[in-house]
Structure formats: C-alpha cells, structure tokens
C-alpha cells in the first residue's frame, strides 16, 4: 500500500524556537495533504489542507502565522511551528491524498506522527 | 457542525472475546463514514468504509453497517486476536469532501 513518512518522529525544543516537520509521500504524488494535531485522549483535529503550488487552507482557529504550511512539491509538504510554546506540545500527523475517490476517507494516507515537546 | 463520538477506552479482551466499539455521528447532508486503526508506532490505516445506508463495510474480521435511523457505525468482530490490539478511530467525510471528522479513538487491548 501507499507509504507516507514524517520527520523527525520525535523533537525537544526550547520555547521561542521554531520547528519544522516533514511530511512526504514515498511511492505516489499527492496534489493534497493534510495536517492534523491530536492532544491526549482527544481526536484528531484537522489543522489545515496543503495544495501543491497554492497557499494552504487552514481550519477556523489555526493561526496560519503560527503553522506555516508549504507544498514544495507532489511528494512533500512541511510544517513549521513557529515562535514554539508548551501550548504547542501536541502529536502532528499528516496524512496525503491519493488520487480520485468517491469520499475522500478511502484514499488518505496518513503518517505516523510526529511527537512535538516545547520546554 | 459535523462531529463523531465513540465510546471510550480503554477496552480490554481475552483472545477470541466478541468485540462491539460503538460509534454514532452528526452529520448534515450524507456523509460516508470509516473506521481506521492505528497499530503501534505506525500510521492510522482504513479499516473499512460504508459510503451509504445500509450498507456494510467489513475487513479482516471486522464489521460495521451504516445505520441512518440511529445514526450509528458500530465496529464489530466475533472473535478477536492478539494482533487486534490498536487504536481504532471512527471517522466520517462530508460526501465529496475530503476533509475527515475524527472520533477521540479507543484503545483495544487483547491478552492471550
């Protein structure tokens, strides 16, 4: 099946630092993916849709200046956390959109996550 | 807005104990609605799907029907594994978008 990788897995930081995370699609191209964030016990929570070659488009909430979303290409799109806070300290997970389908759940890959923890 | 509530974990199960994860949604229009499961250390997978009422997404032993009357997509399996232990997610998209509305996950636990 469709593999999508994310780097690092895990990071540290100090507060005010910014951190950027990978999110890249190994064996297809992706027009589309998407960022979520899941805080203990809760549900993911989608942050924002990246579109290769356009702005992202992000959920009501998400500051855009706060996660700064790039689409460099079909098989990668970053996240970076700026300014990073304890807030901020939460499990990122991307998923890539392969394709044409009926609903969209059926053709989301998704990434194993990335743990985010902000001294 | 579109919401999901599954029922809460953790859920612990001897080998080969029936399994009922219960799922119920909001929704306006008609959304197609999924169950995904994360294994340890790897990303969520799509478990099943049913895109309609009525219908029955099932995989690996694992089933759920779409209920529109009670607005339900209960997961089901008759007798669970060991390697049945994950965090299994019930979600739904609003019919031709993209964008999935995620419950918070159960952790399933299955001893020998």
């Known amino acids: 099946g469709a593999v999508v990788s994310q780097h690092p897995s895990w990071v540290i930081c100090k507060s005010g630092t910014s951190v950027k995370i990978e999110c890249r699609s190994l064996d297809f191209q992706a027009t589309t993916m998407f960022w979520y964030r899941q805080f203990p016990k809760q549900s993911l929570m989608l942050m924002a849709t990246?579109?290769?070659?356009?702005?992202?488009?992000?959920e009501q909430g998400v500051e855009k200046d706060k996660f700064l979303i790039n689409h460099a290409s079909l098989t990668l799109s970053t996240l970076t956390v700026t300014s990073a806070h304890p807030e901020d300290s939460s499990f990122y997970i991307c998923s890539a959109f392969r394709g044409l389908a009926v609903s969209g759940g059926e053709t989301q890959y998704f990434g194993p996550g990335t743990r985010l923890l902000v001294l | 807005g579109n919401s999901v509530t599954q029922m809460e974990g953790p859920v612990t199960l001897s080998e080969e104990a029936f399994l009922t994860i219960n799922c119920t949604y909001t929704a306006t229009g008609y959304p197609s609605l999924f169950w995904y499961v994360q294994y340890p250390g790897e990303g969520l997978q799509l478990l099943l799907k049913?895109?309609?009422?009525?219908d029955k997404g099932s995989n690996k032993g694992f089933e759920a029907t779409y209920r529109k009357e009670t607005t339900s997509f209960h997961l089901e399996k008759g007798s669970v594994q060991v390697s049945d232990s994950a965090v299994y997610f019930c979600a739904l998209s609003d019919g031709g978008s993209e964008k999935l509305v995620f419950g918070k996950g159960t952790k399933l636990t299955v001893n020998p």
């Open positions: 049913a895109t309609k009422a009525d």
């Open positions: 990246s579109n290769e070659g356009s702005k992202a488009t992000y």
